[in-house]
């Protein structure tokens, strides 16, 4: 794909949350320094351990929660510092999808009255318009006319997720970043909500960001998948590709651990050692060191970058020893 391709772009995104400790200031490091893209029409997947970083980075591209450094650039606009009022116009054009379905709605108020609150928040069309909007994308999700005026409590943790998808999507955004979207739910449920996501990206062409740790949920949905360890990106290649040659020794761990529906295939499962650093005290230098079976004195002190494995390869990785696990 041409840079014309690309929707938006994560450039050296880093945020750092401030804690005292005995006295003195330390700093958190949630997301530290990640770049990344997401091109036109794709679903990329973001995966990895709970704590890595992986829901802050979603908070950040909305700026839901400020970045401390770096830069996120939407079809070619830098929005990283515009003020509240650009901000709230391209933010029709980029919608979040919670893990929570009931948390994320309103208990107080009808369900058609949440999605039709989006459309007069951004002053489209008169009261009638964005009634027949919302009764639309409702259908589009499954529901009848009567279900407009429910609450949240009178419906199902998947029908809340819907809910949640077309409050996302009566914007008509060009990326939805959605957050362990079917994480909470029922196996059965979560492929209707994957099958309903796929659909509408072949209508709409619309983008995801899915994050999540659920890696059978994302080689089904994503078309490239980043991996995140400690606040970093690791590797990142095309699905295909990083289910068939994973790189990078955390990958390779991840993976192993995916389940057989064949009873009879006995996988090699790849045990790490000992916990995720916390992000108050990371290792100095790969981030993954402490955990890494093939760690030496250059991991420890200096940081990999993540770049191309061959030119212009799309297999990106950070990491020294790749030519000794290929």
């Known amino acids: 794909m041409s840079n014309s391709d690309i929707l938006l772009e994560v450039n050296n995104l880093k945020?750092?949350?401030?804690?005292?400790?005995?006295?003195?200031?330390?700093?958190?490091?949630?997301?530290?320094?990640?770049?990344?893209?997401?091109?036109?029409g794709e679903t990329y997947g973001l995966v990895g351990e709970s704590g890595?970083?992986?829901s802050t980075l979603g908070r950040c591209i909305l700026r839901l929660i400020e970045p401390s450094d770096g830069h996120l650039v939407f079809?070619?606009?830098?929005?990283?510092?515009?003020?509240?009022?650009?901000?709230?116009?391209?933010?029709?054009?980029?919608?979040?999808?919670?893990?929570?379905?009931?948390?994320?709605?309103?208990?107080?108020?009808?369900?058609?009255?949440?999605?039709?609150?989006?459309?007069?928040?951004?002053h489209v069309g008169?009261?009638?318009?964005?009634?027949?909007?919302?009764?639309?994308?409702?259908?589009?999700m499954g529901f009848q006319p009567e279900h407009f005026f429910r609450y949240p409590h009178e419906f199902s943790g998947g029908q809340r997720q819907r809910i949640g998808l077309a409050r996302a999507l009566i914007l008509k955004p060009k990326l939805i970043i959605c957050d362990e979207p079917v994480s909470a739910l029922d196996v059965s449920v979560q492929a209707q909500i994957l099958n309903l996501m796929e659909d509408i990206k072949d209508e709409t062409?619309?983008?995801?960001?899915?994050?999540?740790?659920?890696?059978?949920?994302?080689?089904?949905?994503?078309?490239?998948?980043?991996?995140?360890?400690?606040?970093?990106?690791?590797?990142?290649?095309?699905?295909?590709?990083?289910?068939?040659?994973?790189?990078?020794?955390?990958?390779?761990?991840?993976?192993?651990?995916?389940?057989?529906?064949n009873p009879h295939l006995h996988k090699k499962h790849i045990v790490l050692k000992g916990e995720?650093?916390?992000?108050?005290?990371?290792?100095?230098?790969?981030?993954?060191?402490?955990?890494?079976?093939?760690?030496?004195?250059?991991?420890?002190e200096t940081q990999p970058t993540l770049k191309s494995v061959t030119t212009g390869s799309k297999h990106r990785l950070a990491c020294f020893k790749m030519g000794n696990l290929v």
């Open 15 to 40: 945020k750092y949350f401030p804690v005292k400790n005995d006295g003195h200031s330390e700093f958190v490091k949630a997301v530290d320094g990640v770049t990344f893209a997401i091109h036109k």
């Open 52 to 54: 890595c970083g992986k």
């Open 75 to 122: 079809e070619g606009n830098d929005f990283t510092k515009k003020n509240k009022q650009d901000l709230r116009t391209m933010r029709s054009q980029m919608q979040m999808v919670f893990q929570d379905p009931y948390m994320s709605l309103d208990p107080k108020k009808r369900v058609g009255n949440t999605l039709t609150e989006a459309l007069e928040i951004q």
């Open 126 to 140: 008169s009261a009638d318009e964005r009634f027949i909007t919302a009764l639309r994308i409702m259908n589009l």
């Open 205 to 261: 062409h619309v983008s995801y960001l899915f994050i999540t740790h659920n890696l059978s949920v994302v080689k089904h949905i994503s078309n490239r998948i980043g991996v995140m360890y400690l606040g970093h990106l690791v590797e990142e290649a095309e699905t295909e590709e990083l289910f068939a040659n994973p790189l990078h020794p955390y990958t390779k761990a991840l993976l192993s651990a995916i389940s057989s529906p």
């Open 276 to 300: 995720m650093p916390s992000p108050l005290h990371a290792p100095k230098g790969c981030p993954f060191s402490t955990r890494c079976p093939y760690c030496d004195s250059k991991c420890t």
